[in-house]
């Protein structure tokens, strides 16, 4: 290969908007239809793919600001991308919006690499392990009894994942007694051998949070995710030291500065980071070793098929999130997405890159003008 041949050529990006299935609705949020970032960065005769959720604005990001920045490096050299997309965007300020676009592109820079190379990309960054432990999440407040014992089922017996997570701090906190009710309802629908995730999205304060935590104890909730706002630092250090359950955040990390003031607060058991938006594989390993420097596992945040390879690269790793919406429109979007029957996924060997082909025609329908 000539470095002619390795030099970016283009970014093509693309918004897909896709709607649920039924309204959904946490904590703090209600949303009927996701949207979908795409980058394919190219190369001779190579095409690496990435993505990221968010908004549709991220695409014109990426076209007029983090493009000019990245075509014509050498497609091996990543890191120097990084920081040229970050030098980049300093006045329209890194954290945010940013730092989802570079999310897409690292990733989609990232799988380039492995293609050209021929590697898988869990075998470019070096595995870990095997297999990459997954939870089921969705369990929305908006879901009835039949629906979320339905998905609950699905989970934990059809599919034979033993983590599952459900949403609560409806209405912001304001209604504890539904709440409590379909944690309860989410236990006897696992049964005692599978563990039990709650995730309130910020709803409650701190002392609110520790009341659930602590009038829901014969429920044996595992994992209690954003109890109150992740940029509420004090707040998680509160409800931490008072509840046995693990206490988590750090979806909406977007710089390396925020992830290390979180672990230094003592504010989390684990560390959560998404891949879609920290700023893609290369924020994601270097957030990894903050967390490692501090005792602490990291867990994936959504986007599962994006970040399997990673996960199967971090020492540290607990689980990753098998999110219902995402894997919706993964699956919709790509051949080639992970199978977490019995409660992990194996990143396979025998396809380069992140080991997933855009299924172009099928996402077309979705597409909207970015």
Same mark, same amino acid.
């Given at each position: 290969?000539?470095?002619?041949?390795?030099?970016?050529?283009?970014?093509?990006?693309?918004?897909?908007?896709?709607?649920?299935?039924?309204?959904?609705?946490?904590?703090?949020?209600?949303?009927?239809?996701?949207?979908?970032?795409?980058?394919?960065?190219?190369?001779?005769?190579?095409?690496?793919?990435?993505?990221?959720?968010?908004?549709?604005?991220? @695409?014109?990001?990426?076209?007029?600001?983090?493009?000019?920045?990245?075509?014509?490096?050498?497609?091996?050299?990543?890191?120097?991308?990084?920081?040229?997309?970050?030098?980049?965007?300093?006045?329209?300020?890194?954290?945010?919006?940013?730092?989802? @676009?570079?999310?897409?592109?690292?990733?989609?820079?990232?799988?380039?690499?492995?293609?050209?190379?021929?590697?898988?990309?869990?075998?470019?960054?070096?595995?870990?392990?095997?297999?990459?432990?997954?939870?089921?999440?969705?369990?929305?407040?908006?879901?009835?009894?039949?629906?979320?014992?339905?998905?609950?089922?699905?989970?934990?017996?059809?599919?034979?994942?033993?983590?599952?997570?459900?949403?609560?701090?409806?209405?912001?906190?304001?209604?504890?007694?539904?709440?409590?009710?379909?944690?309860?309802?989410?236990?006897?629908?696992?049964?005692?051998?599978?563990?039990?995730?709650?995730?309130?999205?910020?709803?409650?304060?701190?002392?609110?949070?520790?009341?659930?935590?602590?009038?829901?104890?014969?429920?044996?909730?595992?994992?209690?995710?954003?109890?109150?706002?992740?940029?509420?630092?004090?707040?998680?250090?509160?409800?931490?030291?008072?509840?046995?359950?693990?206490?988590?955040?750090?979806?909406?990390?977007?710089?390396?500065?925020?992830?290390?003031?979180?672990?230094?607060?003592?504010?989390?058991?684990?560390?959560?980071?998404?891949?879609?938006?920290?700023?893609?594989?290369?924020?994601?390993?270097?957030?990894?070793?903050?967390?490692?420097?501090?005792?602490?596992?990291?867990?994936?945040?959504?986007?599962?098929?994006?970040?399997?390879?990673?996960?199967?690269?971090?020492?540290?790793?607990?689980?990753?999130?098998?999110?219902?919406?995402?894997?919706?429109?993964?699956?919709?979007?790509?051949?080639?997405?992970?199978?977490?029957?019995?409660?992990?996924?194996?990143?396979?060997?025998?396809?380069?890159?992140?080991?997933?082909?855009?299924?172009?025609?099928?996402?077309?329908?979705?597409?909207?003008?970015?």
């Amino acid at each position: 290969m000539t470095d002619s041949t390795l030099t970016l050529k283009s970014l093509h990006v693309s918004a897909y908007t896709v709607p649920t299935g039924t309204t959904e609705a946490d904590g703090t949020y209600t949303w009927d239809a996701t949207t979908m970032v795409l980058v394919q960065a190219t190369a001779g005769a190579w095409t690496g793919i990435g993505w990221t959720y968010a908004p549709a604005a991220c @695409a014109a990001l990426i076209r007029d600001t983090l493009e000019p920045a990245v075509v014509g490096l050498n497609s091996f050299d990543v890191p120097a991308a990084a920081e040229a997309m970050a030098r980049t965007v300093r006045n329209a300020s890194r954290p945010g919006l940013a730092a989802y @676009a570079i999310s897409a592109v690292d990733c989609a820079l990232w799988d380039l690499k492995a293609r050209i190379l021929g590697l898988p990309l869990h075998r470019l960054f070096g595995a870990a392990r095997a297999h990459v432990e997954v939870y089921g999440s969705g369990g929305f407040t908006t879901y009835s009894e039949e629906q979320l014992r339905t998905q609950l089922a699905g989970w934990a017996g059809d599919q034979e994942i033993p983590r599952v997570k459900i949403k609560i701090g409806q209405d912001r906190g304001t209604n504890t007694v539904r709440d409590l009710a379909r944690i309860r309802q989410a236990r006897e629908t696992i049964g005692p051998g599978v563990q039990l995730f709650v995730d309130a999205n910020g709803g409650y304060t701190a002392k609110q949070a520790v009341r659930v935590s602590e009038a829901s104890a014969e429920q044996d909730v595992a994992w209690f995710e954003e109890p109150v706002s992740s940029d509420h630092l004090a707040g998680l250090r509160q409800v931490r030291r008072s509840i046995t359950a693990d206490v988590a955040a750090g979806e909406y990390g977007t710089t390396l500065f925020y992830f290390q003031q979180m672990c230094e607060a003592d504010a989390v058991d684990c560390l959560q980071v998404d891949v879609s938006r920290c700023g893609g594989f290369t924020e994601w390993f270097r957030a990894s070793a903050v967390a490692a420097a501090h005792g602490l596992e990291v867990s994936g945040h959504c986007a599962p098929n994006l970040t399997v390879p990673a996960a199967a690269g971090t020492l540290n790793f607990r689980h990753l999130e098998w999110f219902h919406d995402h894997v919706r429109i993964e699956d919709m979007f790509f051949d080639g997405t992970g199978d977490p029957q019995g409660g992990s996924v194996r990143p396979e060997d025998d396809r380069p890159g992140n080991g997933l082909t855009l299924r172009a025609r099928d996402a077309e329908k979705y597409r909207i003008q970015a």
